[in-house]
T-cell receptor, first 113, second 114 residues
Framework: DQQVKQNSPSLSVQEGRISILNCDYT??????FLWYKKYPAEGPTFLIS?????DKNEDGRFTVFLNKSAKHLSLHIVPSQPGDSAVYFC????????????FGKGTTLSVSS | DVKVTQSSRYLVKRTGEKVFLECVQD?????MFWYRQDPGLGLRLIYF???????EKGDIPEGYSVSREKKERFSLILESASTNQTSMYLC?????????????FGQGTRLTVV
C-alpha cells in the first residue's frame, strides 16, 4: 500500500501562473517532508522541505504547505517558469535513525510560455 | 560541492549476467540508498544501508543484493539480470539520525537488460 501518494500524474500551467502540486500520506509517523525535482536522464535534486512542527516553509518562488490533520502537503510555485518543467516527487521520512525516504510516484509539470 | 557518483550512466547487459552498479559519495554520509525509477511507479526503494556492512531491505529487494564494505561506497548487485530489471537506478546518501536532512542523489544509471 502506498504511503505517499501523488494522485495527479501531470499538470499543465501557463508561464507566470501558480503551479500547485499535491501530495497525501498515510503514515502518521512521518515527520519530515521533502520535494524533489527531476529532469530526464538526471538524478533528483532537492527543492524544499518542511518539518511536521511547521505548517509552511517558503524559499523564493517555492512554498510548501503542510496540513497534518488531513495528512496533506502541497508545493506552490509562483510565478511558474518554463524551466520549472520537470517531474516533481514528494517524499516523507520518520524521525528514526536509519529510515529511508519514501517517495510518491511523481507529478510531471509542464509550464508553457 | 556535495557529490554522489554512479560508475556508469548507461549499461547494456544480457539476461543472466551478474551486474554490479557502483556508487561513491564524498560527503561522509552514513546512510546510502538504492532506488529504481520506472514510468508511472515513481522511485522505489531497493535497499539501504546506515553503516558499513549493514543493510536493510526496501520495498523491492527481490533479485538484488548490496555490499557496503567502506563508508563511501555502496554497490548494488543483480545476481542474474532479467529483462524486468531494465530501469533507471538511482543511488543516494544522507546523514544518519538527523531529522532535517535531505538525501543527495547521483546522476543515475540507465540499465537495459536484453
Amino acid at each position: 500500500d502506498q504511503q505517499v501518494k501523488q494522485n495527479s500524474p501531470s499538470l499543465s500551467v501557463q508561464e507566470g501562473r501558480i503551479s500547485i502540486l499535491n501530495c497525501d500520506y498515510t503514515n502518521s509517523m512521518f515527520d519530515y517532508f521533502l520535494w524533489y525535482k527531476k529532469y530526464p536522464a538526471e538524478g533528483p535534486t532537492f527543492l524544499i522541505s518542511i518539518s511536521s512542527i511547521k505548517d509552511k516553509n517558503e524559499d523564493g518562488r517555492f512554498t510548501v504547505f503542510l496540513n497534518k490533520s488531513a495528512k496533506h502537503l502541497s508545493l506552490h510555485i509562483v510565478p511558474s517558469q518554463p524551466g520549472d518543467s520537470a517531474v516533481y516527487f514528494c517524499a516523507a521520512s520518520a524521525h528514526q535513525a536509519g529510515t529511508a525516504l519514501i517517495f510518491g510516484k511523481g507529478t510531471t509539470l509542464s509550464v508553457s510560455s | 560541492d556535495v557529490k554522489v557518483t554512479q560508475s556508469s550512466r548507461y549499461l547494456v547487459k544480457r539476461t543472466g549476467e551478474k551486474v554490479f552498479l557502483e556508487c561513491v559519495q564524498d560527503m561522509d554520509h552514513e546512510n546510502m540508498f538504492w532506488y529504481r525509477q520506472d514510468p508511472g511507479l515513481g522511485l522505489r526503494l531497493i535497499y539501504f544501508s546506515y553503516d558499513v556492512k549493514m543493510k536493510e531491505k526496501g520495498d523491492i529487494p527481490e533479485g538484488y543484493s548490496v555490499s557496503r564494505e567502506k563508508k563511501e561506497r555502496f554497490s548494488l548487485i543483480l545476481e542474474s539480470a532479467s529483462t524486468n530489471q531494465t530501469s533507471m537506478y538511482l543511488c543516494a546518501s544522507s546523514f544518519f539520525g538527523q531529522p532535517n536532512t535531505e538525501a543527495f542523489f547521483g546522476q543515475g544509471t540507465r540499465l537495459t537488460v536484453v
